[in-house]
């Protein structure tokens, strides 16, 4: 059973930082690209950014690129994304998610991504 516990939400003032950790168990997660998407109130999921199962690629959404950064630690089974330069539109649900299919590169497509998080909630203050 794949289970995914995100981690590092909260409330932060316009232009603070976070780190969200996604802890991953029950497949070997180094074999496996990761997701992070986000849903906002009111509004779809959305891709924020993945990595490839080696942490060779990376993809982002254009409206986080330069801002965010996703990584992994492999001997961890964790994915990171570290958040900066906050804006209260970051202001959503954050979902980890891991892709479907061995050795793969990181999907902007939800539909790639087989197994998710819970999610943690991120609240961005003006």
């Known amino acids: 059973q794949v289970q995914l516990v995100e981690s590092g939400g909260g409330l932060v003032q316009a232009g603070g930082s976070l780190r969200l950790s996604c802890a991953a168990s029950?497949?070997?997660?180094?074999?496996?690209?990761m997701g992070w998407f986000r849903q906002a109130p009111g509004k779809e999921r959305e891709f924020v950014a993945a990595?490839?199962?080696?942490?060779?690629?990376?993809n982002y959404a254009g409206s986080v690129k330069g801002r965010f950064t996703i990584s992994r630690d492999n001997a961890k089974n964790t994915v990171y994304l570290q958040m900066n330069s906050l804006k209260p539109e970051h202001t959503a649900v954050y979902y980890c998610?891991?892709?479907?299919?061995?050795?793969?590169?990181?999907?902007?497509?939800?539909?790639?991504?087989?197994?998710w998080g819970q999610g943690t909630q991120v609240t961005v203050s003006s």
């Open positions: 998610a891991v892709e479907r299919g061995l050795y793969s590169s990181g999907s902007y497509s939800a539909v790639q991504y087989d197994y």
């Open positions: 029950g497949r070997t997660f180094s074999r496996y690209a």
């Open positions: 990595i490839s199962w080696s942490g060779g690629s990376t």
